[in-house]
């Protein structure tokens, strides 16, 4: 049995989320592999909306368990804030349910004051201040917590932790010119010690699992923000490549089957970088009206442009997708011109008032994705039409996702 993976081929917010949670109806663990509480994925179930943050996004099915991988960066707070958010829509969020690998790396108040001291400085990215980079910094520089090391080794994890402080206090003098004297924080610790239950201290968790049960690699972020391979150096701090799955979970890499690619109708950036499709206009804000695009961890306005499929090919071609999902078909219903960006102009495609005509999908719709997959060279097998789960259509055969 193979596992299928989940990738964002833009900027982030393509609606992985959602279509994590269609497939984990049938599926017995969802794995994050890569980044922290900087993802924002937003589930819609009979209006009712939920936003997972670190935990991944199988939390709507009581069968399925979610892992949080290895190389994700967790942040004790956020995840404390997160889950007793999801406790109190109903959801079970019992150490059954949701485990830690015991070697993803914690992010301490420290990190995301780092973040914020360099966001103010001259070199803000506009990152979303979760601390995310100084997190994954502190880990190469071999300076960093683990989830698992203060039940392994208290004593010692209490004096490494008093050595990064230091450090990440000089760092916040050298930025600020000033002063810096963060302490300590005695509730972070206690705050761990609550999530003992959820660590797992596997060193292989999925070598077995993968054999006989069905699992779902929910990535985040997106190919565009990929540290090594998107827009340098207005990028996240991790790897969003499907490849990453195998290192970042652990997952068994030859157990990794069909990749799916998502990607919305037209594009969204949030934070600084270049975007070649822009749309500086009237347009571009009712777009961002219709579409919500308000950023689903920091509320910030997406930028808005048309779809470029120069970057999309790219970016199908970098993480050998499978298989492509477009979302968001129904939030450019009406528009009189819809645009496109094809080796290097922009060219004009038919509207579509509405995105089903009876029960298929509207013509003008179905040439627009005739035109990207023609492009692209993969089939678009999924069409987002709304924002519930239900709000899906197979344009090709879906298949067996594990097969
Ligand atoms: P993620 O980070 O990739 O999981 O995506 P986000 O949740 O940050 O942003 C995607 C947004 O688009 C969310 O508000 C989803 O509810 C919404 N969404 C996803 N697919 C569709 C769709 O086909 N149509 C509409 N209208 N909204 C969608
Ligand atoms: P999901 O999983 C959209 C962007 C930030 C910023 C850059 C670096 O919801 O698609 P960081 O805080 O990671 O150091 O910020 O990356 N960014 C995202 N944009 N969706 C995300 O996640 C993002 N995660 C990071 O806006 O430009
Ligand atoms: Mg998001």
New binding site residues.
């Given amino acids: 049995m193979k596992h299928p993976i989940i990738i964002?081929l833009q900027?982030?917010?393509?609606g992985?989320?959602k279509i994590t949670d269609y497939f984990a109806q049938k599926a017995d663990w969802v794995i994050r592999f890569n980044?922290?509480s900087?993802?924002?994925?937003t589930l819609w179930v009979d209006g009712k909306k939920i936003v997972t943050h670190s935990v991944p996004s199988g939390i709507l099915f009581p069968k399925c368990k979610n892992f949080i991988g290895a190389a994700c960066v967790l942040d004790p707070l956020g995840f404390k804030k997160e889950t007793d958010e999801h406790k109190a829509s109903g959801l079970d969020i019992s150490p059954h349910r949701i485990k830690s690998d015991y070697r993803t790396h914690l992010t301490f108040p420290f990190h995301k004051a780092l973040?914020e001291s360099r966001e103010l400085g001259s070199g803000g990215?506009?990152?979303?201040?979760?601390g995310?980079?100084p997190t994954y910094s502190f880990k190469v520089d071999r300076r960093n917590i683990r989830m698992g090391d203060l039940f392994i080794d208290e004593k010692g994890t209490r004096e490494r932790l008093k050595d990064s402080l230091a450090y990440a206090n000089a760092l916040i003098r050298e930025m600020k010119g000033k002063e810096s004297s963060l302490k300590e924080n005695e509730d972070f610790f206690e705050i761990i010690s609550l999530f003992k239950d959820y660590v797992s201290f596997e060193a292989a968790p999925f070598y077995r699992v993968a054999q006989k049960e069905k699992c779902l690699l929910e990535?985040?972020?997106?190919l565009s923000?990929d540290i090594d391979h998107g827009t340098y150096p207005?990028?996240?701090?991790?790897n969003a490549m499907p490849a990453m799955a195998s290192v970042g979970a652990p997952f068994p890499h030859s157990k990794l089957g069909r990749v799916f690619g998502v990607f919305k109708a037209y594009m969204?950036?949030?934070?600084?970088?270049p975007f070649a499709t822009e749309l500086k206009n009237e347009t571009g804000e009712r777009i961002r009206k219709n579409g919500s695009e308000f950023?689903?961890?920091?509320g910030?306005p997406?930028r808005v442009g048309w779809l470029d499929l120069d970057e999309l090919k790219n970016n199908v071609e970098l993480g050998d997708i499978s298989d492509l999902v477009m979302t968001k078909s129904d939030i450019l219903s009406g528009e009189e011109k819809i645009c496109i960006k094809r080796q290097g102009e922009i060219i004009e495609c038919e509207g579509w008032s509405e995105t089903l005509s009876g029960d298929k999908l509207s013509k003008p719709l179905d040439r627009y994705l005739s035109l990207i997959e023609d492009y692209v060279g993969v089939k678009i097998t999924l069409v987002g039409t709304g924002t519930d789960r239900k709000s899906l259509f197979e344009r090709n055969t879906l298949g067996d996702l594990w097969s």
């Fill in positions: 964002g900027y982030g917010d393509e992985k989320g980044g922290g900087n993802a924002g994925h973040d990215l506009g990152t979303t201040k979760k995310i980079g990535g985040a972020q997106a923000l207005f990028v996240t701090s991790s969204t950036r949030v934070g600084s970088g950023g689903a961890t920091t910030r997406r």
